[in-house]
């Protein structure tokens, strides 16, 4: 029954999942979508405008649909060559993983939450949020959810939005799950990463022989998949958001004053007009294009507030940092931004992937101001974030003939501000992708 009721719940409208798409492009995936959409819709054209005797005429011929016909950008920062930037392209990630998604034979909602998956992996290529988040922004069961994660799973590279490094290597070996690999990958897991071949060997009665080549097929997985799609070549990158400190106020400017205006066509304006009432062919195949080219106009202003907005917020969480102390971050997660301006944590996850901000202490990923907090022992809160690069920092300086235990790491931390349990060091320490001190130990 309650699966009945999820299923008769309204699913995403194409204009919803529009915007979704366009909030999540950067300045020059955005300008190449652009540039395409106008070659696709005839409705669609730069520079020309339209009076608003026309415009009335195009509403009253499309049944009195409430849109605006025109977009114009607000943005007034002209970008110069100096603000301009080198960065690795990401966008062939997203694009390859789009192809194989729509050559999948799902329906339009699965589509829908399949992009949502992509558009939430992490920079390894894991999953960043958690099912029922997604569950309960499609109003789908996690059941429901799950068998289209699967599906994503499954594509290539694979193993992109596993939850962590074990399942990501076992949705590699999938197709190998009596081998010796799999075997060690599901039950002796912890003493793999750890590098206890000695332990495996005599808990999985395995060879020293049969040991050796598993664990080199082991070293052939992909630990990150979201990298392979990844080609690394310079681009030239406009930031999206320019801020500028005026009487001591922060102004914001989205930076896509290079999007021309966008009107619709006076042809097709004139063509519907002319048609007569039995023409139903063509009358929908125009209702159809003018529908489109007011999804396209809303969704371009619907991403222009949404970057605003997560940047006034971003400002307004992160006063130390916006005063001059760059390496100063309060902690900050998603839901602080969302619940504020009153968007689901996919959206404000989008606008702020592959998205950056020209400060004048530099050029910043907008993801960078984000940061899960951590409560001391003394109850203060601080930055996961500012611990990592502590900790970091006293690794580096270590002795590498007698480095550092977890124990003494901690110690160390405590007598840099920090009072946090050894398991805690530990698990930091992991997330560093630091070995632990008899594997960091110079031979």
Known sequence: MLK????????????????????????????????????????????ETINDDEESNIKEDLNDEDWDDIYESKAVYEPKKENTFQISSEKNLLEAIIDQINDLDLKSWEKSVAEEIIYNLDD??????????????????????????????????????????QQCLMIQLDNNKDSIEYKIVTQYFDDFINKRYNRISKRGDISSKELSGAIENLSKLNPKPGLGLQISKDESIIPDLILNKRSNKWEITVNDSWIPPINVSRTYKNMLNDLDTHNTKTKKFLKNNFNQAEWVIGAIDQRRR????????????????????????????????????????????????????????????????FTDNHTLFDGVEISVRDVKLALKKIIDNEDKNNPLSDDDLMEALKHSGYSIARRTVTKYRDKLNLPNARLRRKI
């Open 4 to 47: 009945q009721e999820l299923q008769q719940k309204q699913a995403l409208s194409p204009q919803q999942i529009l915007e979704a798409t366009l909030l999540q492009l950067n300045n020059s995936s955005l300008e190449k979508y652009i540039l395409e959409e106008f070659e696709k819709n005839p409705i669609l054209e730069p520079t």
């Open 124 to 165: 390894s290529g894991y999953l960043s949020i958690d099912i029922f988040l997604i569950a309960d922004r499609f109003e789908k069961t996690e059941d429901e959810i799950n068998h289209i994660l699967h599906k994503v799973q499954h594509l290539d590279p694979p193993a992109l939005a596993s939850r962590d490094l």
């Open 306 to 369: 949404t970057l605003y907005n997560v940047m006034k917020q971003i400002i307004n969480h992160q006063p130390a940092f916006f005063d001059g102390n760059i390496d100063k971050l309060t902690p900050m997660i998603l839901k602080d931004i969302s619940d504020i301006i009153g968007l689901d944590i996919s959206t404000v996850s989008r606008a702020t992937r592959g998205k950056y901000v020209e400060t004048p202490y530099g050029i910043f990923e907008l993801k960078y101001f």
